[in-house]
């Protein structure tokens, strides 16, 4: 699909952007900076906890997440140790400038449930003891797999307050979970959805996918309907991608980029209606809410705003003017290897790998988070933070998108920027299409690894 007469060419699927800047625009920090000065002055009452857990039962097709396959040798054991450690460092590094308080906590990876029961408890305790966040005060989010959403784990989770439990399903047809390179029987994602319903944990999200190999609008509303037979309070609806590295990326397709565009185009507006048609909420491009069901923490779960703690080796952190993290990878072997230097690393009081967000990107990440929001963003909001207006700062990004047929509201100086629904559903262009000349530039000069 192009839209040549305002200049874009534009394939409606880019790159997902769940995070500004991405991680491979990231280059290593002058001088490694204290981490105290960086959240020194920062606002600290309301802050954002993610921990990471880079470890998977097996790795899908089309993952690009830094991640790896088991845990051999003590492994996990060893990076909980780090990650002690490393909240420590964090911990004091936050200083006592101001109150530290956290409003949400989310543990992600990989797969945080791949982890044991007691070593689940162990990371809540990380989390309480050595952070202070009171994780059955706020809301508290997990991602899960079908394989490893065992009672034990769940139970751990629903005693020390999870609120959400995110479990990627990605297809109930199992010919479509293999072509994905996610083999699992569908009477194992049952019982796994029945053990979470069981233990009441307020929020139940399912990941699906489209545009896999062989997936037809018969067989996508199959999932549909299997996952909504659950009555999930959230459901992602992912557009498939075939990124470098990974296991599909090597492998042949029959469809050109054209006709797979297309494919998936046409199964987002066939699963996005039929959600719409059953009592569901357009979010994002990619999540729905069930009516009445109240959000738990940030929508996306996306980990995207100033005053996030990142504790692990595939985490970010993210202050007012920093972003910084460890360094990135898909390839397994150096995975590993990132993995293996993060377990040894006795020092955590420095930040190694990042980037520094100046006014200008700061009003590009606001305007690139709020437009990707269905809700759209209130014109006021972004005056009041940056003493300025986003149709003199975007001017042509604005303009462009309007001609599209993406955007309603640009014309207006009143009001708000709302994503038309061609417009939520191209979020994947239009997302790049904000990125700033100096991010692109970090982006292309990145070396995969």
Same mark, same amino acid.
């Given at each position: 699909?192009?839209?040549?007469?305002?200049?874009?060419?534009?394939?409606?699927?880019?790159?997902?952007?769940?995070?500004?800047?991405?991680?491979?625009?990231?280059?290593?920090?002058?001088?490694?900076?204290?981490?105290?000065?960086?959240?020194?002055?920062?606002?600290?009452?309301?802050?954002?906890?993610?921990?990471?857990?880079?470890?998977?039962?097996?790795?899908?097709?089309?993952?690009?997440?830094?991640?790896?396959?088991?845990?051999?040798?003590?492994?996990?054991?060893?990076?909980?140790?780090?990650?002690?450690?490393?909240?420590?460092?964090?911990?004091?590094?936050?200083?006592?400038?101001?109150?530290?308080?956290?409003?949400?906590?989310?543990?992600?990876?990989?797969?945080?449930?791949?982890?044991?029961?007691?070593?689940?408890?162990?990371?809540?305790?990380?989390?309480?003891?050595?952070?202070?966040?009171?994780?059955?005060? *706020?809301?508290?989010?997990?991602?899960?797999?079908?394989?490893?959403?065992?009672?034990?784990?769940?139970?751990?989770?629903?005693?020390?307050?999870?609120?959400?439990?995110?479990?990627?399903?990605?297809?109930?047809?199992?010919?479509?979970?293999?072509?994905?390179?996610?083999?699992?029987?569908?009477?194992?994602?049952?019982?796994?959805?029945?053990?979470?319903?069981?233990?009441?944990?307020? *929020?139940?999200?399912? %990941?699906?996918?489209?545009?896999?190999?062989?997936?037809?609008?018969?067989?996508?509303?199959?999932?549909?309907?299997?996952?909504?037979?659950?009555?999930?309070?959230?459901?992602?609806?992912?557009?498939?991608?075939?990124?470098?590295?990974?296991?599909?990326?090597?492998?042949?397709?029959?469809?050109?980029?054209?006709?797979?565009?297309?494919?998936?185009?046409?199964?987002?507006?066939?699963?996005?209606?039929?959600?719409?048609?059953?009592?569901?909420?357009?979010?994002?491009?990619?999540?729905?809410?069930?009516?009445?069901?109240?959000?738990?923490?940030?929508?996306?779960?996306?980990?995207?705003?100033?005053?996030?703690?990142?504790?692990?080796?595939?985490?970010?952190?993210?202050?007012?003017?920093?972003?910084?993290?460890?360094?990135?990878?898909? %390839?397994?072997?150096?995975?590993?290897?990132?993995?293996?230097?993060?377990?040894?690393?006795? %020092?955590?009081?420095?930040?190694?790998?990042?980037?520094?967000?100046?006014?200008?990107?700061?009003?590009?990440?606001?305007?690139?988070?709020?437009?990707?929001?269905?809700?759209?963003?209130?014109?006021?909001?972004?005056?009041?933070?940056?003493?300025?207006?986003?149709?003199?700062?975007?001017?042509?990004?604005?303009?462009?998108?309007?001609?599209?047929?993406?955007?309603?509201?640009?014309?207006?100086?009143?009001?708000?920027?709302?994503?038309?629904?061609?417009?939520?559903?191209?979020?994947?262009?239009?997302?790049?299409?904000?990125?700033?000349?100096?991010?692109?530039?970090?982006?292309?000069?990145?070396?995969?690894?």
């Amino acid at each position: 699909m192009t839209a040549t007469a305002t200049g874009l060419h534009v394939r409606p699927y880019q790159s997902y952007v769940y995070a500004y800047p991405h991680k491979t625009a990231y280059a290593p920090l002058p001088g490694r900076p204290a981490l105290r000065d960086l959240w020194r002055g920062e606002d600290k009452s309301a802050l954002s906890l993610y921990l990471h857990i880079p470890f998977c039962e097996v790795r899908c097709g089309f993952c690009n997440l830094f991640t790896r396959i088991g845990a051999p040798d003590g492994l996990s054991g060893r990076y909980l140790d780090a990650l002690d450690r490393q909240a420590a460092a964090v911990r004091e590094a936050l200083g006592d400038d101001g109150p530290v308080r956290f409003a949400n906590a989310a543990f992600g990876g990989g797969t945080p449930t791949f982890l044991t029961a007691d070593e689940l408890t162990r990371l809540c305790d990380i989390a309480e003891r050595r952070m202070g966040a009171d994780l059955r005060a *706020v809301p508290l989010s997990v991602e899960t797999s079908p394989a490893t959403a065992t009672a034990d784990r769940i139970a751990v989770l629903a005693e020390r307050g999870a609120t959400r439990l995110s479990i990627g399903v990605q297809s109930f047809v199992e010919a479509e979970a293999r072509a994905a390179v996610r083999p699992q029987r569908r009477a194992d994602v049952e019982a796994a959805l029945g053990r979470i319903r069981e233990a009441r944990i307020p *929020v139940l999200n399912i %990941d699906l996918i489209y545009g896999i190999d062989g997936q037809t609008p018969a067989t996508w509303r199959t999932s549909l309907d299997a996952a909504l037979a659950w009555e999930p309070e959230e459901l992602y609806l992912y557009p498939l991608y075939k990124r470098p590295l990974t296991g599909l990326a090597r492998r042949r397709t029959a469809h050109t980029d054209t006709e797979w565009d297309e494919q998936r185009l046409d199964l987002y507006r066939k699963g996005r209606d039929h959600l719409l048609a059953r009592g569901y909420e357009q979010v994002s491009m990619r999540m729905f809410r069930r009516a009445g069901t109240a959000p738990q923490g940030p929508d996306d779960h996306a980990c995207q705003t100033d005053g996030m703690i990142g504790l692990g080796c595939g985490a970010r952190s993210y202050t007012s003017t920093h972003h910084y993290s460890f360094d990135y990878a898909v %390839d397994m072997g150096r995975i590993k290897r990132i993995i293996d230097d993060y377990t040894a690393t006795a %020092d955590f009081g420095r930040a190694l790998l990042g980037r520094y967000v100046d006014e200008g990107e700061a009003r590009r990440r606001h305007l690139l988070q709020s437009l990707l929001q269905a809700g759209g963003m209130p014109l006021a909001d972004y005056r009041e933070r940056f003493g300025t207006d986003p149709h003199k700062d975007f001017p042509a990004e604005l303009a462009a998108f309007t001609a599209c047929g993406w955007l309603e509201g640009a014309g207006t100086q009143s009001g708000e920027l709302r994503l038309t629904p061609e417009g939520l559903a191209h979020s994947d262009a239009l997302g790049p299409a904000l990125f700033s000349p100096a991010v692109r530039a970090a982006m292309a000069a990145y070396d995969p690894k």
